[in-house]
């Protein structure tokens, strides 16, 4: 199966993105430890596609996807070293500083963790699962409140495990809405499951207001790429946000990229009191080919999903870093004596690593249990507190892609299963790709868009939930974990090493 996710998702933060460009058009294929990249062909091979006077997709000649590549990349080039500094100069700054100091001193403490400390601990011995009882989870929340400078707020969380669940569910909120449709997505797919989004957006477009924001660096890559799983004889549109707004009401817009970080949360709010978020794109993978998760949300904590969705909104517009400041100077009432239970939102930002700061916490608070499901795992610093929660007796489960869609990560998640099972981790194959993205720590569960590399804990703009009500928590176990555990290959051996998985994670350690 080809797919497009790695190229875009690990675009090196540091590498100017005309020569990403170059090298995507002077390549056709890129070999697939990790899968392959294709430029579209179908049948019409060697053209592109332009909207006929009705909006459907009609061929056009004499346009090939890789010019549009280094078209786009240049003018994203050119957004990003002229025009952020003019209206976004605050991002930008945040992002130069953030993203130089996080690589010098990630540098070294990663250096000194595979060093020093790993080997120190794993000369002690591994113990016996203990039976200590789980960590308090009200004290935890209260320790919550000053890891994140925020309360919880209160809603209900409806779990949507598969592309079947969450998108059903998404056509039929998008055809009841009566206001307003906001979605925030990192990729906005150029495939048959993202035209019949867009169809059925274009079909509501006179009577609701929609906005749709993309990351601009995955929109690049997203009009290239599409999946092997697709019909043949799909026709698309050359551009799908051109579809989208040509002769309609939808307003669409693509999230700049300060020094190449990049927005990779996944929000959609409903007239204001209904929301999605997870794992999923729109795009047919993660509809039919993998493995993943979304949240359905309603109560009082969708307005600061909103309040989210506004403030990214704001700054991707021509005010930028002017108009996101005013929007957040009108901030967001917590209410929490709404229907429902506590719920926290969780979020990473290049000058804000709170899931980061928040899942270290949790793994050392931990004292009965750490599962895990995630299908990138390159941060050192975590799997060193994995090993030192192992060491407490914590039953430390990972599950992990047994086919990742990003090559380097495939190779650098062999000597990261390596070391846990070192420390006796258990780790877990899931058969295809799971791009589900979970966690549950001795009763408290964190999950949404953010994977466990330095991207999304570290650079990325990225939404996770967390809540600690018993009943989600065991829905999650019942409906993820457990099926999960069940379905897939327990890894008992170490796997072999070669200088090319070093070589992987050494590149996944400094820019993904």
Not at 25 to 50: P, R
Not at 102 to 115: L, N, Y
Not at 490 to 511: C, G, N, S, T, V
């Amino acid at each position: 199966m080809l797919v497009k996710t790695s190229l875009i998702k690990r675009a090196c933060n540091y590498i100017s993105l005309a020569l990403i460009s170059a090298l995507s058009v002077a390549c056709s294929s890129i070999s697939s430890s990790g899968k392959n990249f294709e430029v579209e062909g179908h049948s019409l091979t060697g053209s592109e596609l332009h909207l006929g006077p009705f909006g459907k997709p009609q061929p056009v000649a004499n346009v090939t996807r890789g010019s549009k590549a280094i078209e786009s990349g240049a003018g994203l080039i050119g957004k990003a070293l002229v025009m952020d500094p003019l209206v976004r100069p605050f991002s930008t700054i945040k992002a130069f500083y953030g993203v130089t100091l996080k690589s010098a001193g990630g540098f070294f403490e990663r250096t000194f963790i595979e060093k020093v400390r790993m080997p120190k601990l794993e000369n002690k011995p591994v113990p016996e699962l203990s039976d200590t009882a789980a960590m308090d989870l009200e004290a935890w929340e209260n320790q919550l409140d000053e890891l994140t400078s925020r309360q919880s707020s209160s809603g209900r969380i409806r779990l949507l495990v598969d592309g079947d669940e969450y998108f059903s569910r998404l056509f039929s909120s998008i055809a009841t809405a009566e206001e307003s449709i906001d979605i925030r997505t990192y990729i906005y797919d150029n495939d048959d499951v993202a035209l019949e989004v867009a169809d059925l957006l274009l079909a509501r477009s006179d009577e609701v207001e929609i906005k749709i924001l993309v990351d601009g660096l995955a929109d690049l890559f997203a009009t290239r790429l599409d999946s092997s799983s697709m019909p043949g004889d799909t026709i698309l549109p050359a551009s799908m946000s051109q579809y989208l707004t040509h002769a309609s009401k939808i307003d669409f817009r693509k999230q700049s990229n300060p020094w190449f970080t990049g927005d990779h949360a996944k929000i959609t709010v409903i007239d204001q009191n209904l929301a999605f978020l997870g794992g999923m794109n729109i795009g047919r993978e993660y509809r039919y080919d993998w493995h993943d998760l979304m949240m359905e949300v309603d109560g009082p904590i969708v307005r600061q999903l909103q309040y989210e969705f506004d403030q990214a909104w704001a700054k991707s517009g021509w005010m930028g870093d002017f108009a996101w400041l005013i929007t957040a100077m009108k901030g967001y009432e917590i209410d929490t004596s709404g229907e429902g239970y506590p719920i926290r939102i969780l979020s990473t930002s290049i000058h804000d690593s709170e899931l980061y700061r928040v899942q270290l916490a949790a793994i050392r608070r931990a004292r009965n249990h750490i599962y895990i499901e995630n299908a990138y795992f390159s941060d050192d610093k975590i799997l060193f507190e994995l090993a030192r929660a192992r060491r407490r007796g914590v039953d430390v489960r990972v599950i992990l892609a047994s086919h990742g869609d990003s090559g380097i990560l495939n190779l650098s998640n062999q000597k990261a299963i390596n070391t846990m099972l070192r420390n006796g981790i258990r780790v877990y194959s899931y058969p295809g790709m799971t791009h589900v993205k979970a966690a549950v720590y001795d009763g408290w569960a964190c999950l949404g868009s953010a994977n466990f590399d330095k991207l999304s804990l570290q650079v990325n703009q990225e939404i996770n939930l967390g809540t600690s009500h018993p009943g989600f928590v065991a829905e999650l176990m019942e409906r993820v974990f457990y099926p999960d555990f069940e379905n897939s290959l327990e890894i008992r051996k170490p796997l072999p090493m070669m200088i090319r998985h070093h070589f992987a994670e050494l590149i996944a350690d400094e820019f993904l």
